[in-house]
């Protein structure tokens, strides 16, 4: 198994706060020592940062805890190999391209059978079931809609039955985004927290790290993580349902 | 104009020599001040690290040249932009998935007519000639190989058409790779160097900075770096002519 964690905001937000926690279950807190990843997007241009080494002992990671990197969309995840060794290749989050956007994905759980998915012009490059799980989606999302879909909220609503049928196949938590939006399904575990004025103090449940928000932020700022399990201790985060998902844009829930 | 730096080894080796000096010339010694990035394959994978910042600035930059990445196959970008905005989605090299592996891409110069390359399901994302040119190529290569094609030195052949079929449309220098094989294109400028035992010292030009290579490698070592200029004053680089193209695997020469 491994972890996710998400983010939507309204203005260009860093998630330094909540990686930090993320960071100490790759090694320290938690089992998902098997490699990292992060991706930032900023516009419609989208940036990764990954390593297959432990999130803890990794520079690449310290370097994501310590520079403010400044994104209004996040996903990302720490991983525990079932399918798939340990390799560059197949470390989330993954990005492609649809519709002229990119299109970024993290999977927590196993799949049953995934190696019959068939994802037409999408060839995964590891071996992970997440990757073909992913290039299924996409590759049934181009045939739905050839041409640039005009109502996105009926795109994740689709993306939202492909995700229950990928869920029959075994554990399916997943986090999606185009850069705008952020989509969260949950399988088994899925949490999410909307902050917005008045911001208090929060403190991580893995590290001895506090936070007074109403010093980063402004009074219109919403900022909303999505994470595996919730990162502090000192608030109420939402649990989704299992078979549900939670679609966000601009740190708002809209679906 | 906008300065590359590849490199193709058969051994994993770190660039964080060559790349200190191609940092320099983002905002120090050359005006390439409007971002930068840098692909490293690691087996199939592969994780870019890139920045709209200039790249004297940034410190991202930093870590790429103090944590020693050690790969086959690089391709590394700095750029002065001329279409396209200063923007993340403008910023090379591009990486996009085609016959199941990670082909990255960098270039150098400007095109007209650009718009008109069609690029059928691959689409751009942001607004450069630099990525347009990219899409169409895979278009066309997806479509004379519409399966994983055998005998891959007639794949960059037919590259090398395209290519030239591009530099038509003005000056087109360009780095390629699929993470096995590494592609240099020459339109106006490109240098290359293999350095293997016995080594020597080598000094920047841009930076005082030397290296004795024979600290660093084993007598097996093959390792050839392209750039756009020279990035040291006491070695002899090979230029490309105008028009042709060079392809490296694992550090050799091999077309």
């Known amino acids: 198994m491994c972890e996710l964690l998400g983010m939507s905001a309204n203005v260009p937000t860093d ?3 909540s990686f930090t926690g993320l960071v100490q279950r790759g090694g320290r807190t938690g089992p998902h020592k098997d490699g990292w990843g992060i991706t930032f997007y900023e516009g419609k241009g989208c940036r990764t940062f990954k390593d297959p080494q432990p999130s803890i002992h990794s520079p ?9 990197i ?8 720490i991983r525990q190999a079932n399918r798939g060794r340990v390799a560059l290749e197949n470390t989330h989050p993954f ?15 196993q799949l049953k059978g995934y190696r019959r998915l068939n994802s037409g012009s999408f060839r995964p490059i590891g071996e992970t079931d997440s990757e073909q799980a ?5 590759h049934k999302l181009a045939e739905r809609y050839p041409r640039t879909p ?9 993306i939202a039955e492909l995700a229950t049928e990928l869920r029959e196949k075994g554990v399916f938590n997943m986090l999606l985004s185009d850069g705008r939006y952020v989509m969260a399904f949950c399988s088994t575990n899925l949490f999410w927290i909307t902050r917005r004025s008045p911001f208090g103090t929060a403190k991580l449940i893995d590290q001895d790290v506090e936070i007074n928000f109403q010093e980063e932020t402004t009074p219109d700022d919403v900022v909303t993580v999505i994470a595996t399990q919730p ?3 000192n608030e ?3 649990r989704i349902e299992p078979g549900h998902s939670v679609l966000f844009c601009l740190g708002e829930r809209i679906v």
Chains 1, 2 share one sequence.
């Open 95 to 109: 990005t492609r391209e649809l519709w002229g956007r990119n299109w970024t994905y993290a999977h927590n759980g």
């Open 150 to 158: 005009g109502n996105m909220e009926a795109v994740f609503r689709y």
């Open 134 to 138: 992913f290039c299924w989606l996409l």
């Open 231 to 233: 990162l502090t201790g």
């Open 15 to 17: 998630i330094c706060f």
């Open 60 to 68: 690449i990671a310290r370097l994501v805890q310590e520079y403010p």
């Open 236 to 238: 109420t985060w939402q």
């Open 70 to 77: 400044k994104s209004c969309s996040v996903i990302a995840h």
